[in-house]
């Protein structure tokens, strides 16, 4: 009795060895397989046969270069995680019960409760040191609804073009078809990298801004995207719309001193004479970009445009006033 259970154990052991393997690479051949388990092709075969009697999806190729690939499945079974992979899919569950997706709060909730009965108790413990509490707050405006969120990926992977009502920064409404092609998120918010037929170009869309109308249109060929990507994209083009206002100001402080001041996102620096440096500065408003002086806490001349400086004189003036008032409490 002692042999047959043992031999039963080393064959489970064996199968979850085998799914694992099928899980790391896209195809194996039977004796690499049969090699890494230290068994024959024929055993390999026979546990092939038993990943698919418990409802892996197992497909066989046969000739050369034939062999071995896990497919996709009508219902999912039981998923082979390590301990690292399973935190990262319960913390991952934890945290999507509060992002900047609406209508899976609940779902993530139901699967990490249900993960976590399955998790044995080294993990359970770890899973509960990461929990966090979290603060309740309104929805952020630019929540997307998971359902929208699908449907858009949907038609990102057949390639299927997208027509789209579409609501402007400035309240406008318009309708657009595009070429939709990928998904992006930045911060809270969710973007849309498409073609767009009717302006022939490239265009980043809010997903949140977005009412898809259905069905979708006739199948495209994929354009490649432009150039450093579809995220590359999306941030230049918020780095754009959030950099209405330049400048260039000379401070009086040799570059050294500014340089780990100066992050690339928002400004450039070049040399002076020894002892004083040109900083190129973007923001929202001229506004902005006065406040922002403060903070390098050296004397500064404003080089253009005429705008800046009016606005570092308006500042003064209320700095000013408040320093008056603070000497009469």
């Known amino acids: 009795m002692g042999?047959?259970?043992?031999?039963?154990?080393?064959t489970s052991?064996?199968?979850l060895r085998l799914l694992t393997l099928l899980q790391t690479r896209k195809e194996w051949s039977g004796a690499d397989l049969a090699d890494r388990l230290e068994v024959t092709p024929r055993t390999v075969r026979r546990d092939v046969d038993k990943l698919r009697d418990l409802g892996y999806p197992v497909n066989a190729s046969v000739g050369v270069g034939g062999g071995y690939q896990l497919g996709a499945g009508a219902e999912m079974p039981p998923l082979l995680l390590d301990d690292d992979e399973t935190l990262a899919v319960a913390?991952?569950?934890q945290s999507g019960a509060t992002g900047p997706v609406t209508g899976i709060g609940e779902p993530s909730l139901r699967a990490l409760t249900k993960l976590r009965q399955v998790m044995p108790s080294r993990l359970r413990h770890r899973l509960d040191a990461l929990s966090v509490d979290v603060v309740a707050r309104p929805e952020v405006k630019s929540a997307v609804d998971a359902k929208l969120l699908a449907t858009v990926a949907s038609v990102c992977h057949a390639h299927e073009r997208l027509r789209f009502d579409y609501r402007r920064h400035d309240g406008e409404e318009m309708r657009r078809e595009v070429e939709p092609y990928r998904l992006v998120r930045s911060g809270a918010r969710w973007y849309l990298v498409a073609w767009d037929i009717g302006r022939s170009d490239w265009r980043s869309f809010r997903v949140d801004r977005m009412t898809p109308k259905i069905p979708t249109g006739p199948r495209f060929t994929p354009r490649e995207l432009p150039e450093g990507g579809a995220a590359?994209?999306?941030?230049?083009g918020i780095n754009r719309a959030?950099?209405?206002a330049r400048a260039r100001v000379r401070l009086h402080a040799p570059i050294e001193q500014i340089a780990e001041m100066v992050h690339e996102d928002w400004g450039t620096l070049e040399a002076g004479d020894g002892t004083s440096c040109v900083v190129a500065l973007g923001a929202e408003s001229?506004?902005?970009l006065a406040r922002w002086l403060s903070a390098f806490d050296v004397p500064f001349t404003v080089l253009e445009p005429d705008e800046l400086r009016e606005e570092c004189r308006r500042l003064a003036d209320r700095h000013t006033l408040l320093a008056e008032r603070y000497r009469e409490a």
């Open 3 to 10: 042999g047959i259970v043992r031999a039963m154990l080393e």
């Open 242 to 244: 959030t950099t209405q």
């Open 286 to 288: 001229q506004t902005s």
């Open 232 to 236: 590359q994209f999306v941030a230049t």
């Open 13 to 15: 052991a064996r199968l």
């Open 91 to 93: 913390f991952g569950l």
